[in-house]
């Protein structure tokens, strides 16, 4: 597990994840999942089976559904019916409460800003292009989507690699620009889902668990598991591989590839990002 005996540190970067977290996208994938499900006399999806599914790529999602919904159709066609539905209704996808003020409060406060999801670029720019508003936010090179070609196969949410990216990609440029490397405990990750909390906390950043209120419901009582990254959503051979990978900071090692502990403190539930909380994060006032 991640060492814990120093607090976290000052937040220099925020790393967002999208789908039902800046977008209310996770509610229209709900919606053309149910549609389908319905035209083949099948009950709509459980909060238990998409709780499985939110911040993971596309193919493991997939397989996750597939298994449970046992449609008498093939692969293929699910596809062609869902591309259908969410080609109609992504384009009309809305930010949710609290994020424009968030992403200009950071902004404000010299924090710097990377974008990590899950999302390949197809539907990236279906849930995105028209809202030129909130992805100013974005530059696009610290924009990392899951179909990034520098992800390795089968290393998505919630491995910790699209995080370390979006920080790599946000180093870069610091570097470009003679300034010091952002470190992974001085990130703070937003996320929705489950397995996207765990990459956070995989990554050895700190994260903040914004769920949709189903989600919150599904996982009472768990709350401080999903925080500390232990409600076992990675994969045995991602511990092994990841486990003696170490990152030193100026309070000691953490480890990248493990998850936190219980009430460590690195991560916080918000229910909305309505009024975030700046102090909490020790993010410093607004500049002059």
Not at 100 to 106: Q, R, V
Not at 206 to 218: G, M, S, T
Request: charged fraction near 25%.
């Amino acid at each position: 597990m991640t060492s814990t005996s120093a607090p976290p540190p000052r937040v220099r970067a925020a790393l967002f994840d999208m789908d039902g977290l800046l977008i209310d996208s996770e509610d229209i994938y709900t919606i053309v999942t149910n549609t389908i499900l319905e035209r083949y006399g099948k009950p709509k999806l459980p909060w238990s089976i998409k709780a499985q599914l939110q911040g993971r790529p596309g193919p493991q999602a997939g397989e996750i559904f597939h298994n449970y919904a046992q449609l008498p159709i093939s692969h293929e066609q699910f596809l062609t019916e869902q591309k259908e539905l969410q080609t109609k209704l992504f384009p009309g996808t809305k930010a949710l409460p609290g994020v424009m003020d968030l992403l200009a409060g950071l902004k404000e406060r010299g924090v710097h800003m990377a974008l990590a999801t899950s999302s390949h670029e197809g539907n990236f720019k279906l849930k995105a292009s028209h809202l030129g508003d909130m992805f100013q936010y974005f530059a696009p090179e610290h924009q990392v989507l899951g179909d990034d070609p520098r992800i390795p196969k089968g290393r998505g949410k919630p491995a910790p690699d699209i995080y370390l990216l979006a920080l790599s990609t946000l180093n870069k440029t610091l570097e470009a620009q003679g300034q010091p490397p952002i470190q992974p405990e001085e990130c703070l990750v937003f996320e929705d889902s489950v397995p996207g909390v765990e990459s956070g906390r995989r990554a050895g950043m700190q994260a903040v668990w914004c769920p949709h209120p189903e989600l919150l419901v599904e996982f009472k009582g768990r709350e401080p598991e999903v925080l500390a990254g232990l409600t076992g959503a990675h994969k045995d051979d991602e511990e092994e591989q990841l486990q003696k990978t170490e990152v030193e900071v100026s309070q000691g090692k953490r480890r990248v590839g493990m998850p936190g502990e219980i009430d460590d403190g690195w991560a916080k539930l918000l229910k909305s990002l309505v009024d975030f909380p700046y102090e909490a994060f020790g993010i410093m006032e607004k500049r002059a």
